[in-house]
């Protein structure tokens, strides 16, 4: 289908992304910078090449992202252990506190957001199995280009295409997981099949996917202790089917249709053994019967476009979609779900869950300007309706009020080439007309079962970027933004934990915007077998967003956060015959004023901002063989809070993958910590740091087998 879609600076929302019909025009993975003017990053919602844009980009082609998912399982595990910027993972079903550039980054499929604001479940990273995306763009900095939610950046998976030519395309993947003790708990297995079919104008695609995971284990050969709240990716069971139609006018224009679900949910074989952090023992787990329902999530998405790349010489494109999550989360006598009118011996059992149902349009126009064809413009409207609500499913009561989010935003966006394109100047604006609708509710009996008038607060807001590029010599790119992203604080957080009589949602302060900048600066080389980049970027919000540690439970409160940090990576394709070597540095520091003095001087703990890091890898491709080896370096920081237990010690782990090509498919091995280093995760060694239940260690040295097949 037709390259991307409309656009013209990837600092503001242009056009819907849409799947490409054919393997991405880049050569390149994650490691180095995309630069060649052929490269067009769809999420950046126009058809100018990356180079045109004056920001940060990566993207992680089909190939760099088959190996690292096979490395490490997952897409946004893939993406955390590729990008320096992005925050370790909690390696858990749970994101919460994972984030990019020290912000939450936007998932998106397609440019579909997956994120759920409005009550954040942090399970957007798991909303679409990664056999059927075709690559991932993640484009740096708070920036409003698929509207709310981008505050560190966007993170957008680009699903499969269409065959390449009539007849019919079958992929097919076999893959079996084994913990280094190759114990039979630890064994997990994954099989997948997707089956291509075109025919002239039309094209269909058709796959599913069924995996089972085992029980984890550290480096020192014990089970990793389960989170029975929050949900587990161990000792879990996925499935997820996916389909695509596509059309082709004899205009040129194109009608598609893409569908996806994705469910994950946990077995519930084990239960949590609690560590103990005096000792340095993690918690484990142990075979046990789990109460309630167990953790899951489901995700669905439909989602239609047309598009005509030559409309009055111009892209026009039309863009619906329909997207739903499921999220259960563990439960358990908790102080919170108690309730004497229902049960006064206070051990009420309970648990939530977390429904999220988003609709959407898109519409846009991107041309040159007739009579000044090196100023393109782009003018469209994108509209986002998100109805979100969390119960407690074993007493049918209301935790979070359904909460109505709804978004109407036109723009206009304008890229000018000068001194035939020597310097390119580029800006724009999105107007935001934001509303939430919230109905009367009553708190639960824990908060004092208040009683909560409820309201429709609104905000209108313009929201600016501007940039400007400069390209002297072949090869060399400089650029300067400014951009501004917005997103709202997790607004079930909030309305859930009122204990005040006499709220009025219209007048409470806590549900205004957050709304961030993202000042950078850039320099990127690329020319014979060198390329490499480096940035340096600041940020700050008035009135941000935090997640709180209070009574047990995370709240919301809003504190204006500095955010500033250096990023530098390098590519070298050395002599040596199908050898290339890279690397990636990100150092980031933040901070808010916690007491309230005026002082914006606390440095950002661990569950709003990750470590620095050094990533360091080696690849090698010659004939039918192909090899990588991955280093990263988790470097220490220290908080400078009274608690020094919540400075992280830092680690380093050691990654491996080697694949050969036969005449009937791809055989792979892949290996995730390759040294079975024994280490605390980065949330668990940085936030709660008081509980022993939440000290949890990371994986250990784990085997990944498989095949890959294409017919």
């Known amino acids: 289908m037709y390259r991307c ?131 991932v763009e993640v484009i740096y900095g708070s920036n409003a280009l698929q509207g709310i939610g981008a505050t560190g950046g966007v993170v957008n998976q680009v699903t499969v295409g269409a065959p390449r030519a009539d007849g019919i395309a079958v992929r097919s993947l076999a893959q079996i997981t084994l913990p280094d003790g190759f114990d039979g708990e630890g064994i997990g297995a994954k099989a997948g099949a997707l089956l291509g079919y075109r025919d002239g104008p039309i094209d269909a695609s058709f796959g599913a996917t069924l995996e089972r995971r085992g029980a984890f284990f550290d480096g020192r050969g014990n089970r990793i202790g389960v989170d029975g709240t929050q949900g587990e990716v161990q000792d879990s069971d996925s499935w997820s089917v ?54 899951s ?68 126009y991107e041309r040159a300007m007739p009579g000044l064809e090196d100023l393109v413009l782009t003018a469209g409207f994108d509209a986002l309706f998100d109805r979100t609500e969390q119960s407690l499913v074993q007493t049918d009561r209301v935790w979070v009020p359904r909460s109505d989010f709804r978004s109407l935003a036109p723009f206009l966006q304008g890229n000018l080439a000068l001194a035939d394109g020597l310097v390119r100047l ?109 940035s340096y970027f600041w940020s700050s919000s008035d009135f941000g967003s935090l997640l709180v540690l209070r009574n047990d439970v995370f709240e919301v409160e809003r504190q204006p956060i500095e955010i500033e940090g250096f990023e530098a990576s390098v590519d070298w394709q050395t002599p040596l015959p199908g050898l290339s070597l890279s690397g990636g540095y990100a150092a980031l520091s933040g901070r808010t004023d916690g007491d309230a003095d005026g002082l914006v001087d606390e440095d950002l703990d661990g569950a709003n901002i990750s470590p ?45 993958f080697v694949a050969y090509r036969t005449d009937f498919g791809e055989i792979a091995l892949a290996v995730q910590n390759l040294t079975d280093e024994f280490y605390v995760t980065y949330d668990s060694d940085t936030v709660r740091v008081t509980d022993d239940s939440r000290f949890f260690a990371g994986r250990g040295r784990t085997f990944t087998l498989s095949w890959r097949g294409a017919f």
């Open 297 to 364: 999530n489901t995700a669905e998405l439909v989602s239609a476009s047309l598009t005509d790349p030559d409309l009055g010489g111009g892209t026009f494109v039309l863009q619906g979609f329909y997207s739903r999550t499921d999220d259960v989360f563990g439960g358990g006598v908790f102080g919170t779900f108690q309730d004497p009118t229902i049960d006064p011996t206070g051990t009420l059992f309970d648990q939530s869950a977390n429904r999220s149902r988003k609709l959407g349009g898109k519409i846009s």
């Open 426 to 534: 580029a800006g724009g604006l999105r107007y935001e007309n934001v509303e939430l609708e919230v109905g009367d509710f009553t708190t639960l009996a824990s908060y004092g079962a208040v009683d909560v008038e409820g309201g429709s607060p609104s905000f209108q807001d313009v929201l600016w970027n501007g940039g400007v590029i400069l390209e002297p010599i072949d090869g060399l790119r400089a650029y300067g933004s400014y951009a501004e992203g917005f997103t709202i604080a997790d607004v079930g957080r909030i309305l859930r934990g009122i204990s005040r009589a006499g709220v009025d949602v219209d007048d409470f302060l806590s549900l205004e915007p957050v709304i961030s900048n993202n000042r950078e600066i850039g320099l990127e080389w690329d020319r014979g077998p060198l390329s490499a980049s480096a």
């Open 612 to 656: 620095d890091r050094l990533n360091l890898a080696a690849d090698y491709e010659e004939g039918r063989l192909s090899a990588r080896a991955q280093a990263r370096f988790y470097l220490p920081r220290e908080f400078n809070d009274v608690a020094t237990a919540t400075d992280f010690e830092g680690y380093t782990l050691l990654d491996m």
């Open 242 to 295: 996916f389909g695509r139609l596509g059309y082709e006018l004899a205009s040129g224009a194109r009608i598609e249709l893409v569908a996806n679900r994705f469910e994950l949910e946990g077995n519930a074989n084990y239960v949590l053994v609690p560590g103990s952090r005096a000792t340095g023992t993690p918690a484990t787990s142990e075979r046990g019967m789990t109460l309630g329902d167990p953790p």
């Open 5 to 135: 879609l409309v656009g013209a600076l990837a600092l503001v929302p242009v056009s819907p992304v849409l799947a490409q019909e054919a393997d991405p025009p880049a050569d390149e993975g994650v490691e180095g910078r995309m630069l060649d003017d052929a490269i067009v990053v769809t999420a950046a919602r126009t058809r100018l090449p990356a180079s045109a844009l004056p920001l940060t980009v990566d993207v992680i082609d089909t190939e760099a992202l088959e190996r690292q998912v096979q490395v490490s399982g997952s897409t946004v595990d893939a993406v955390s252990a590729l990008l320096p910027s992005f925050s370790p993972t909690r390696e858990k079903l749970s994101g919460a506190g994972e984030s990019l550039r020290g912000r939450s980054p936007l998932y998106a499929i397609n440019g579909i957001p997956q994120s759920t604001p409005v009550r954040d479940g942090s399970r957007e990273g798991y909303t679409i199995d990664p056999f059927f995306i075709d690559r």
